[in-house]
Structures are given as C-alpha cells and as structure tokens.
Antibody, heavy 125, light 110 residues
Framework: EVQLVESGGGLVQPGGSLRLSCAAS????????MHWVRQLPGKGLEWVSG???????YYSDSVRGRFTSSREDAKDSLSLQLNSLRAGDTAVYYC???????????????????WGQGTMVTVSS | QSALTQPPSASGSPGQSVTISCTGT?????????VSWYQQHPGKAPKLMIF???KRPSGVPGRFSGSKSGNTASLTVSGLQPEDEADYYC??????????FGGGTKLTVL
C-alpha cells in the first residue's frame, strides 16, 4: 500500500523550532518529487515546499529563509525543519507525493496524488 | 504567490451539475496546463480529482471534469451525488518550481 506518515508536530513557542518527518512506503520514493503543503485551521491549502529527486528544494515566499526541507532516499524519508516559528505557521502540515521522475523527465506535472494524514503544528505562548 | 480565486460556496441538488471556477493570472493558471483539483471531506486529507486541466486519475468518477479558458479554470461535477459534498481546491503551477492553491469552495448537495 502506498503510504505517507508524518510525525513531529506539536506545541512550540513563537520563535521556536520544530522538525517534521515523513515516512514513505509502498513506492520507489527516490523517483518522486515530494512536497509539503499546510492547512491553517479552518482555512485553505498552502503549498510550502517542494523537493526534487536530485535534492533541489523550493519554498513559498512565506517560509523561505525559515524552513528547510530535505530528503533521505536511503530511508525513504522526508523532513521539514521549521525555524523562527510564528503564530501564522499554526497549521496541519501534509507530506505529499508529486511527479514521477525518470531520466530528467517528470510526469504527470502537478498531480499531488498521495497525501499523508497530516501533523499539527501549533505556535503559541 | 497570491492564492487563486474561488467562490466560497456552490450548491446543487442531486443529479444536477455544478461548476466551480478558479481564477488566477497569466503567471499561473493562464500560463500552464498544470492545473489540478482536489476534494477534501471534513477531517480528511485532500484527494486528487483532476490533473493537467482535464485528466482524471484512475478511480475518479467520470462525472468530474475540468477545463480552462485563459486565466480561469473550472471543475464541473455532473449528476451530483450526496458524497460529492466537500471542499474543493484548485491548484496551479506558478513558475520557478512553485505552486499555488485556490482558497477553496464548499460544495453543498441540497
């Protein structure tokens, strides 16, 4: 079964840090782009970060410089380091599978087809 | 990276059709074919319903269809079923390996 399982969420004070993890199973993790998407309480979805199969990383303007994403293909895992946290970062964070990549070509583009159950991050004093 | 614009709500009776719009700019929706739609039921993770404007993943009913004209994409649900009641989000490539979602539309089946 294709599965993504996030962990590491919790309560943290403003200015604090947290590290989220995502364990993948049931597919060839190293061949897929991966993403982090968050959902603020009662609100919509927001793309946070993307990771390519060669380790390239991309971030939304709202988190660039504060969040760092990484992947460890040998362990089929993804991580998101959250630093300088703000109240506005309070959200459910989802680990999401993106495109299948082979020989430099990725497809289908933009089909975020597998989602984890999410992990809640609460930033509050 | 401004969110795409969706109507906050839409509704229809069982068996009817409903269309949800998603308006962006020439830098996202209008500039690429990489528009997707997601369905989210309360307390659940989103589910991919449409990708690359009008393609359905296996397992998604044929009554879900997508289209795009200029800077506006649309999701049409034909033959509404009670289980279609959910939140729907559009999603588009925004260039430079970044992505943007719409604000979401709550679909009510009357």
């Amino acid at each position: 079964e294709v599965q993504l399982v996030e962990s590491g969420g919790g309560l943290v004070q403003p200015g604090g840090s947290l590290r989220l993890s995502c364990a993948a199973s049931g597919f060839t993790f190293s061949s897929y782009d991966m993403h982090w998407v968050r959902q603020l309480p009662g609100k919509g979805l927001e793309w946070v970060s993307g990771l390519g199969t060669i380790g390239d990383t991309y971030y939304s303007d709202s988190v660039r410089g504060r969040f760092t994403s990484s992947r460890e293909d040998a362990k089929d895992s993804l991580s998101l380091q959250l630093n300088s946290l703000r109240a506005g970062d309070t959200a459910v964070y989802y680990c999401v599978r993106g495109s299948y990549c082979r020989s430099g070509h990725c497809y289908p583009v933009g089909a975020f087809d597998v989602w984890g159950q999410g992990t809640m991050v609460t930033v509050s004093s | 990276q401004s969110a795409l614009t969706q109507p906050p709500s839409a509704s229809g009776s069982p068996g009817q059709s409903v269309t949800i719009s998603c308006t962006g700019t020439s830098s996202d929706v209008g500039g690429y074919i990489y528009v997707s739609w997601y369905q989210q039921h309360p307390g659940k993770a989103p589910k991919l319903m449409i990708f690359e404007v009008n393609k359905r993943p296996s397992g998604v009913p044929g009554r879900f269809s997508g289209s795009k004209s200029g800077n506006t994409a649309s999701l049409t649900v034909s033959g509404l079923q009670p289980e279609d009641e959910a939140d729907y989000y559009c999603h588009s490539y925004a260039g430079s390996n970044t992505w943007v979602f719409g604000g979401g539309t709550k679909l009510t089946v009357l």
